[in-house]
């Protein structure tokens, strides 16, 4: 089976991770399994100072996992790598029927570009993007080949995420 990828792309304060987290629970309630990969900036941090977890790493491992009953996690530092390619996260994946992948503009994976009028950027992506297959914004989007979604409308993007990446 190959692995399903769909992006959300936008410039910062478009909207991209109120609409992952509404596609995922749209996605999940038609039955389908669903994993997300973010893009986050370079100094994020899931981990908090104090934790055993935090100290692990402070003390050099270059791999932590935290282990549950009820989830698991692993966090890798990089120290002397480069950022790992998208490839890199998918092929780390546990199987799922689609991957959502939020943020990495530059990929080349079918993706919806994010607008909003108080975003940070009003460039549309869609100029030199051809990954791009079509546009959730917040006002009216003229002009464009690629077809424009309000972007509260979670239902009809769920569809075409469904027919772009053939789960259905």
């Known amino acids: 089976m190959t692995m399903r990828v769909f992006g959300v792309t936008g410039w910062k304060n478009s909207g991209k991770t109120t609409l992952v987290e509404a596609l995922v629970h ?18 994020f ?7 055993d977890s ?9 791999e932590v996992a935290i282990v549950s009953g009820r989830r698991w996690a692993l966090m890798h530092e990089l120290v002397e790598e480069e950022e790992p390619t998208l490839e890199d996260v ?5 199987p799922a029927d689609i991957v959502l992948v ?8 079918r993706k919806i570009e994010t607008r909003r009028l108080q975003a940070k950027d009003r460039n549309p992506l869609t100029a030199t993007d051809a990954h791009i297959a ?5 006002h009216p989007v003229t002009g464009e ?7 509260d409308d979670i239902n009809g ?10 789960l259905k």
């Open 134 to 138: 079509a546009i959730a914004a917040d």
């Open 45 to 51: 941090d899931i981990d908090k100072e104090g934790t």
């Open 102 to 109: 939020e943020g990495y503009k530059r990929g080349s994976h």
């Open 90 to 94: 998918l092929s780390r994946l546990s």
């Open 26 to 43: 749209e996605l999940t309630a038609r039955g389908w399994k669903v994993a997300t990969v973010k893009h986050a900036h370079h100094d």
């Open 157 to 166: 993007i769920a569809d075409l995420i469904e027919r772009q990446t053939g």
């Open 54 to 62: 935090f100290r692990h790493r402070k003390a050099g491992a270059t």
């Open 145 to 151: 080949i690629v077809p424009a979604f309000d972007l």
